[in-house]
């Protein structure tokens, strides 16, 4: 219900115009794009239907969001008792597979000079 409200919020606010909006403390405290960066930007651009847009803000997010997705309701299912099913549990190399892309894409997007690099910025 919060998240569904916070992006119902997302979606009448633009971000990039203002609102009631954290800024980004990696970004505040060291000039760095952390994985997150440009979330919420990309989240607006996606209820308007601007693919496009939210690719440019925060490409990580487009391909995680979907995934997040799926869990979420297959979460929710289970949870109301509508399917009876057992999720199983990832093996504990995806939670370093995880955290390697996070750092990678971190690393990655911050690097200048190189096209597709460039790109990865949120471009806030």
Not at 54 to 72: E, G, Q, R
Not at 74 to 93: D, G, H, N, Q, Y
Not at 103 to 119: C, D, K, S
């Amino acid at each position: 219900m919060v998240a569904a409200l916070g992006v119902a919020y997302t979606a009448w606010q633009d971000p990039n115009a203002g609102g009631v909006f954290p800024q980004c403390p990696t970004r505040e405290l060291f000039g760095v794009d952390c994985p997150g960066c440009g979330g919420l930007r990309a989240v607006h651009a996606l209820t308007q239907g601007h693919l496009a847009a939210a690719a440019d803000h925060n490409l990580l997010a487009m391909v995680v969001l979907p995934l997040v997705l799926v869990a979420w309701g297959a979460w929710m299912l289970r949870s109301t008792s509508v399917v009876s099913f057992r999720l199983p549990r990832p093996p504990a190399m995806t939670y370093a597979t995880v955290a390697l892309v996070l750092v990678a894409f971190t690393i990655v997007r911050n690097l200048g000079g190189v096209g597709f690099f460039e790109y990865l910025h949120s471009s806030a």
